[in-house]
């Protein structure tokens, strides 16, 4: 699933259709390429430095642009004074909120890339200079005098929930609240979600846990800062290059902020150092646009690791309280839970994601959950792979865990009793097709891992989670070379080695080698509209896309054969890259390989190609489960991941090196997550670390091996059975090391990040405690 | 910003000293050129002192070792007998940054920079490294514990500069350690250091001790009653938790984003008893090499 981040309030449903199967189970037995871990087309370009990243790219005349930031959490702007900065020699331009015009499509996006009336967070952006060096633009920043009114600020979720709390949005009235409330409030908006009766069903319940949990914001942490070059001609016809996870997307909102036609501007994704769904918005385009267009030249913005934490999108902090009951034979009987996430300054939370997929991988009679998008003065929060879920499934995951104890059941064993699979009614309403919790938790008990003995200090945790996935608007163009190789194009950055998936699909489809396919990324005016890079969704819906294209090309290229045989184009078959003719009745002749219809396709008819577009549907939602052994140093609270297995359902591995990477990648910024990630704010509202030394991610040397086992359970609305795998896997790593440090601190930590104060004060509390 | 790269230590201290505006000495540069980075320090003046080759070597003396100021962590961890000698030294100087810092990073540079968490200066004090200080009133000797004050802020007058530093003969059954805490593996600051260097007699009983602590106050800390505990005890239960208690007891830490009062006043007192493990292990190795290795 995935949301518009810049929509200014819940997502729109898109026009419900009914999923078609697409899944070939005979082609699936027969696969020759899917499967096959080739390497990536862009993996040269990246060890050896040729690839270009979003810094990379000069244009001539390029100007430095360079943004002035709030050094305030909250405050009125009372006035920019920007002439003292113009007038530096080796300025060309300037720019404040005055350059941009109200936009109702886009308002809160606007509000974000350049502050209007007030500065709702420290980093955010007040004015922008574009200038013939960085030591010019530095010099300029300085003399911009902004006065501001400075006003009392909130960064806790349960603080500006408070009523008397300082009001972020005088506009902000909750949404989902009947009747609606008088007053405005930093509530966005109130969801819920979920069937039965709970109270009847704790009424039935043996065991019943309730707890409060809390999570803090984390940022995705890409190593690519975000960058772009602007380039703004005399007639309005503009370019963009930038580091982005959907430059359609890009175009459209840019457009739109500086009234614009979509067609006067041509975007282009460089190659991208990560994004983990940060880079799903725009931050500093509409401003380098802005900037060049009254500059007249180029401009080329690079955020600094420092801009990136404090004016990009991390994700929501949470606090949380979940409860549940159990009856002693392990049967839950009923779930609750209410969940408020912080977003930063806008709303936009993905608290109703997280009250969506909490109690999903449940099948349960009874289940309520609440959600509340709060605002705060924080940088607006992005996307983060499966936003919202890895918070509330923690919280959830934890009291099932405890449970699992209170009744002396395995927890896999607890789990497998109330799994939801085919048919169960999802806690957040439809009902699941085909789906692989149950084979995840099989192949999870029945890992060596699971029944490996433990030293003194270790504990072992298990969790299971779930994300959506999402499918949305897709179009790619494959096109047959006249020397028999194929050059696809597609409109969805490769984040996650995407375009060798493509070049494998296309090549199982076409029955050539992998080597003869190329994939491109196509810029946006080369395909139609294409979703973002997001919702783990491009496998699904480029493949598809991809699978389609190539059957048209088929298609095509059997009608040419048909051409060149004098025979109809329904005797002619396609089968391991060359056209046949499909029986004795259709005649004798050699079948012609791709490479000799390619080569005699301009006497048949000019270019062969073969495009699809369409909205994809029927991305098959993913389980997983994972098993971490942690190892507590009760002196210092210190945690070491020892050892760590990902089990989830991929429906159909295209790429297994990739999709274990995946499976990898989520499982390592859990372990960040839940050990040592953690925005960290003053009392002032400032951002205490703004930088890797004290932003905790994990080094390498911090990790284990992080084992995988791929499930493969296909999904029905994909011709080869894909699911998305890019999101699940950073699903139930929070939980899971919650589940496991517990067992080892003997405590229930409820407060992430688990850092060694926290871990060792809880120890030491537990010692009082027992005394 | 002028660069210069003086070829003896009294070029450079003239050099210095005649600097109107900012100046500042350039070692390895991994504080410095971060600093310039961001904006933190604007010099005028930028003295480099790699090419001073008093300051780039290592030289025995007197049974210990004279360690040029402009050493990097890299060479001097290539010394074998001086990583025999002093490893708890070498092992603060060690953990600074990742294989490529080490390439640069010098102990001194980490003092004279003046953080409190500065991974190699417990290790020194913990082992009476004694500096050698060139300036424009000449030379002068001091003790390692004497040049920080707080963040930044060092005892160096103006034009001065710190040649070498000189760790003495470790004796027959003396052994050293350094431990820090951090929440990661790497890369990371010390929320809590201990430096600690201990002399045992033949009976095992302990004749001397020093105790450096880092992290945990605006300075790096020689705690003397942490060193009253050890001394005389064979290093038993009572004396290490003594020890423990006097540590913790000396930390004026702060509540920040690396850790809490709390958290830091506690670990302080478990590591120092780590490290004095290690060191006793050392020692009686080092013994049972008659005194060598
Ligand atoms: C990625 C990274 C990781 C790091 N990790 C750690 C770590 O784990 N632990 C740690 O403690 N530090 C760490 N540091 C900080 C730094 O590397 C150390 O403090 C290092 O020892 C500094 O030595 P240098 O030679 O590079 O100093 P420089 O940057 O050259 O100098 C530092 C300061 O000392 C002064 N100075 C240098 N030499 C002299 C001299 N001879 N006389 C008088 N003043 C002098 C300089 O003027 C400057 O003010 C890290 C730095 C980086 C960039």
Redesign the interface.
Known sequence: MARNPDADSAPAPKAVKTSTIEFDADKAKTFKVVGSRPPRPDGMDKVTGRARFGADMVMPGQLVGLILRSPHPHAVIVSIDTTAAEALSGVKSVITRDDFAENADHHDVLCNIMAREKALYEGHAIAAVAATSKAVA?KALKLIKVDYQILPHVTDVDLAMAPDAPLLHADMITSGVTPAPTKPSNIAGRSEFGHGDVEAGFALADVIIERDFKTAATHQGYIEPHACVANVGADGMSELWCCTQGHFHVRQVCASLLGIDVSRLRVTASEIGGGFGGKTTVFIEPVALALSRKAGRPVKIAMSRDEVFKASGPTASSSMNVKIGVTKDGHITAGEGEFRYQGGAFAGAPADFGAMSAFACYALDNVKTVAYDVVTNRPKGAAYRAPGAPMSVYAVESVIAELAGEIGMDPIELRLKNAAREGTKSSYGPKFGSCGLVETLEAARDHPHYSAPLGPNQGRGVASGFWFNFGGETCSTLNINADGTVAIAVGTPDIGGSRAAMCIMAAEELGIPYERVRTIVADTSSLGYNDTTEGSRVTFSSGMAVIKASRKAVTEMCNRAAMIWDIPAEAVTWEDGHAKPSGANAGEFEPMSLAEIAATASKTGGPIAGHHEYNADGAGVSFGTHIVDTEVDP????VDILRYTVVQDAGKAIHPDYVEGQFQGGAVQGIGWA??EEY?YGEDGRL??AGF??Y?M??A??LPMIDTVIVEVPNPGHPYGVRGVGETGIVPPLAAIANGVSAAAGVRLTELPM???RV??AI?DAKVAAQ | MRYESPQTIEAASALLASEAGLARILAGGTDLLVQLRS?MVEPDLVVDVKNIPTMTSIVEENGGYRIGAAVSSAVMNEHADLCAMWPGVMEGADLIGSTQVQGRATMVGNLCNCGPAADSVPGMVAANAIATIVGPNGRREVPVIDIPVAPGKSTLAKGEIVESVFLPAQVKRGGDAYLR?I???????A?VGVGVNIELDDSGVCTHARVGLGAVAIKVLLVEDAAKALIGSKLDDAALDKMAAATSAACKPIN?????I??RT??AG??AVRAVKIALERANKRASNGGEK
């Open positions: 530095r002196e210092t609270g210190r050990l040592n960290i205490q670390n030394l004290d905790r994990p080094v040397s911090d850092s060694p104060p060792l004060k030491d | 904006g805490f929440p990661r593996t790497e890369m990371d600051i929320v920040d984003k690396r850790g809490t709390e958290f506690k670990v478990v590591l």
